[in-house]
């Protein structure tokens, strides 16, 4: 679309935007009776504790109580723990008003954007959940409105969702983010309504081309994946698996959101307590996005597009003037010569910087545990996959002679056949998974280790590095066409210092994508 066909298709658009936008007829309201299991803590004065139980030691028990507050009571004090034992509606008094700024920083750590998110609630019970967020990818604007109102029970009943993707008319647009972004070209709207009305789900989509209509099943469980998030959230529950109607890709999908995890991070170089909420597929397995929450259930850290758009708290009148300023560490670190990379898997992770080539390595200072990453290049090229598991499996007892291998098999990492070993210490303390990785007529050896006190909790980073390693060089260094060629995002930066360092790999795949920012499988 050029330049002179935007007025043309905004000219459609509006009277079209403005049928939309108008108030819509009132929605009878659904039955529905979503609730929560909470566990008690009796007390021996003959107190109760409801809420949800975040830690429970020898002698010590530790409870998130309704308001919030975490109460920590001694076992001499307790009479007697129930777990799951009380089953409440999830009303719309555990969503509490909210407010919040952030900024977005894309896969290099560069802010590329702003997140404004809020929570509404009304005095029927009902409430509102609204993300406004704009970021530039490239040489595109999106803009990006997600609303979705629920009942007074936490039921979905409508959603919106507003998206513009724009090119700036104007090189110096792109260092900083116009919120109206007024002077862009335009080169795609779309607005997308969904109305519960019974059984069936009435989807309007609108955009340049005109208005057309659908209806989709259903049914009491069924809910928005952002009111899901919202409630998993503030109640600390588990919402799914469960039917969820996506508005940005226009479809149901079956999701799971569960928001009862915890984990230890590092925020600004400090250890800190956290909760986890994990969008994940219907098994639980595959993680899309995570949140991390303070206990004050403050966000401290999101994903938006996984790993490679991440929201940082900010305020309202910093949000906007950070982008283009501040930066993070990258989401993804390269081998100096970029033949092989690593996607971090969380804050509480970070690159050691720098090594030589042929080695990548993270750290987590929170649990003392480590991810290395080594090319074995001093075997013939026609080695094959046993006996380099065999070589690695003595070399590994030289790095790390208090453990030993007693476990081995055959495994599939990135579609390659590879071979994984376990290690434990004689004193059951440390635990280790050394994968054996066919590349490029030689071999990855991938070590990921841990403290066993540590080893449940960090197994999903450990999953989710496996899954992303990077394996093509041609994915880390991809050849730039057109007006990508000499953009900021488009080129990998040298490397720094004496030796060279990993260096983050660019985010624009290629020029024509309408979808560049890369996330991984």
């Given at each position: 679309?050029?330049?002179?066909?935007?007025?043309?298709?905004?000219n459609l658009?509006?009277?079209?935007l403005?049928?939309?936008?108008?108030d819509?007829?009132?929605?009878?309201?659904?039955?529905?009776?979503?609730?929560?299991k909470l566990?008690?803590?009796?007390?021996?004065?003959?107190?109760?504790?409801?809420?949800?139980?975040?830690?429970?030691?020898?002698?010590?028990?530790?409870?998130?109580?309704?308001?919030?507050?975490?109460?920590?009571?001694?076992?001499?004090?307790?009479?007697?723990?129930l777990?799951?034992?009380?089953?409440?509606?999830?009303?719309?008094a555990?969503?509490?008003?909210?407010?919040?700024?952030f900024?977005?920083h894309?896969?290099?750590?560069?802010?590329?954007?702003?997140?404004?998110?809020s929570?509404?609630?009304a005095?029927?019970?009902?409430?509102?959940?609204?993300?406004?967020?704009?970021?530039?990818?490239?040489?595109?604007?999106?803009?990006?409105?997600?609303?979705?109102?629920?009942?007074?029970?936490?039921?979905?009943?409508?959603?919106?969702?507003?998206?513009r993707v724009?090119h700036?008319r104007?090189?110096g647009?792109?260092?900083?983010?116009?919120?109206?972004?007024?002077?862009?070209r335009?080169?795609?709207?779309?607005?997308?309504e969904?109305?519960a009305?019974?059984?069936?789900?009435?989807?309007?989509?609108?955009d340049?081309?005109?208005r057309?209509?659908r209806?989709?099943p259903?049914?009491?469980?069924?809910?928005?994946?952002?009111l899901?998030?919202t409630?998993?959230?503030q109640?600390?529950t588990?919402?799914g698996?469960?039917?969820?109607?996506?508005p940005?890709?226009e479809?149901?999908?079956?999701?799971?959101?569960?928001?009862?995890g915890?984990?230890q991070?590092?925020?600004?170089?400090?250890r800190q307590?956290?909760?986890?909420v994990?969008?994940?597929?219907?098994?639980?397995?595959?993680?899309k996005?995570?949140?991390w929450?303070?206990?004050?259930?403050?966000?401290?850290?999101?994903?938006i597009?996984?790993p490679a758009?991440?929201?940082?708290p900010?305020s309202?009148?910093?949000?906007?003037?950070?982008v283009?300023v501040?930066?993070i560490?990258?989401?993804i670190?390269a081998?100096?010569?970029?033949r092989?990379?690593?996607?971090?898997?969380?804050?509480?992770?970070?690159?050691?910087?720098?090594?030589?080539a042929?080695?990548?390595?993270?750290?987590?200072?929170a649990?003392?545990?480590?991810v290395?990453?080594s090319?074995?290049?001093?075997m013939?090229?026609?080695?094959?996959l046993?006996?380099?598991?065999?070589s690695?499996?003595?070399?590994?007892?030289?790095?790390y002679?208090h453990?030993?291998?007693?476990?081995?098999?055959r495994?599939?990492?990135?579609?390659?056949?590879?071979?994984?070993m376990s290690?434990?210490?004689?004193?059951?303390?440390?635990r280790?998974?050394?994968?054996v990785?066919?590349?490029?007529?030689?071999?990855?050896?991938?070590?990921?280790?841990?403290?066993k006190?540590a080893?449940n909790?960090?197994?999903?980073?450990?999953?989710?590095?496996?899954?992303?390693?990077e394996l093509?060089?041609?994915?880390?260094?991809?050849?730039?066409?057109?007006?990508?060629?000499?953009?900021?995002?488009?080129r990998?930066?040298?490397?720094?210092g004496?030796?060279?360092?990993?260096?983050?790999?660019?985010?624009?795949?290629?020029?024509?994508n309408p979808?560049n920012?890369r996330?991984?499988?």
């Open positions: 679309m050029n330049g002179a066909e935007s007025p043309l298709i905004m658009l509006l009277p079209l403005v049928c939309l936008i108008q819509p007829q009132p929605v009878v309201p659904l039955p529905a009776d979503p609730s929560v566990d008690v803590v009796k007390l021996k004065n003959g107190d109760e504790l409801v809420g949800h139980i975040t830690s429970e030691l020898d002698g010590y028990v530790e409870i998130n109580v309704e308001d919030g507050a975490t109460v920590g009571i001694s076992r001499a004090q307790i009479l007697k723990v777990h799951n034992s009380v089953t409440v509606p999830v009303m719309a555990v969503v509490r008003p909210d407010n919040a700024w900024v977005l894309d896969a290099d750590g560069e802010s590329v954007g702003w997140l404004h998110s929570i509404t609630t005095k029927d019970g009902t409430f509102t959940v609204n993300e406004e967020y704009e970021f530039i990818n490239g040489t595109r604007r999106y803009q990006i409105t997600n609303q979705c109102t629920a009942d007074e029970n936490g039921r979905g009943v409508r959603c919106y969702y507003r998206e724009s700036p104007l090189v647009q792109m260092q900083g983010v116009d919120r109206m972004g007024s002077a862009d335009i080169e795609n709207e779309r607005i997308v969904a109305t009305a019974g059984e069936q789900l009435v989807v309007t989509h609108l340049g081309r005109g057309s209509e209806q989709l259903w049914s009491n469980e069924s809910t928005f994946p952002l899901a998030r409630l998993a959230r109640a600390l588990v919402i698996p469960v039917s969820m109607f996506d940005k890709n479809q149901l999908v079956v999701s799971r959101i569960d928001g009862t915890a984990r991070i590092m925020v600004d170089g400090a307590r956290v909760g986890e994990a969008v994940t597929d219907a098994a639980g397995t595959n993680s996005n995570r949140e929450v303070d206990a004050n259930n403050k966000t401290v850290r999101r994903e597009a996984g758009l991440v929201a940082v900010s309202a009148e910093s949000a906007r003037s950070a283009g501040s930066r560490q990258s989401a670190v081998e100096a010569e970029g092989f990379g690593l996607w971090i898997p969380n804050p509480a992770w970070l690159a050691v910087d720098p090594l030589p042929g080695h990548l390595m993270l750290k987590c200072a649990y003392e545990a480590e290395r990453l090319l074995l290049d001093h013939p090229p026609a080695t094959v046993d006996t380099a598991a065999d690695v499996a003595n070399w590994f007892l030289l790095l002679p453990l030993q291998v007693d476990s081995r098999y495994v599939q990492i990135r579609g390659r056949q590879a071979v994984r290690a434990t210490d004689s004193r059951n303390v440390d280790a998974m050394i994968d990785i066919p590349f490029d007529n030689r071999y990855l050896v991938l070590i990921c280790r841990a403290p006190r080893w909790e960090l197994a999903t980073d450990f999953a989710f590095v496996r899954r992303t390693i093509d060089s041609a994915g880390l260094n991809p050849k730039q066409q057109g007006p990508f060629s000499n953009r900021r995002g488009g990998i930066r040298p490397p720094s004496p030796v060279p360092a990993p260096t983050p790999a660019p985010r624009i795949s290629k020029s024509g979808n920012v996330i991984p499988k």
